[in-house]
């Protein structure tokens, strides 16, 4: 007799191969899509805390402003949400002003972005570095 095919053990081989190494590839891409969201979160805070900067330098005396005011005096285009792709973040930005060292003609500020998305965090963006907790 001439069997053509393949067993019964064979096939579910087969699948038990092929749905491990599936696992393995959706764990590899769900944690770079994870990766790159955490990167454009944290590029989201630093291109808010420079529009507000501006603003801060068009608008003196102010301390806080809102992700909207940003946006509506076109500081800022928009705040998309980076976990949700129809979602807009909301929050505010407060100056901090930094010690003066004598003799430093010019102050030095921080500005602390709390923003409002699917997942929100606060970063503290110096002039040299930035600093965020866990998103």
Request: overall charge positive; charged content about 25%.
């Amino acid at each position: 007799m001439n069997k053509k095919g393949f067993t019964m053990v064979e096939l579910l081989a087969a699948i038990v191969i092929l749905s491990i190494l599936s696992g393995f590839g959706m764990m590899t891409f769900f944690s770079y899509r994870d990766r790159a969201a955490k990167k454009t979160y944290r590029l989201l805070h630093e291109g808010v805390a420079q529009a507000a900067e501006n603003y801060f330098m068009d608008t003196i005396g102010a301390q806080s402003v809102t992700v909207a005011e940003l946006v509506e005096g076109n500081y800022l285009d928009t705040a998309k949400d980076p976990y949700n792709k129809d979602g807009v973040c909301t929050g505010t930005v407060e100056r901090i002003n930094l010690k003066k060292q004598a003799g430093d003609a010019i102050e030095e500020y921080s500005y602390r972005v709390k923003l409002k998305c699917s997942k929100g965090c606060e970063c503290k963006i110096y002039p040299t570095k930035t600093s965020c907790g866990t998103c």
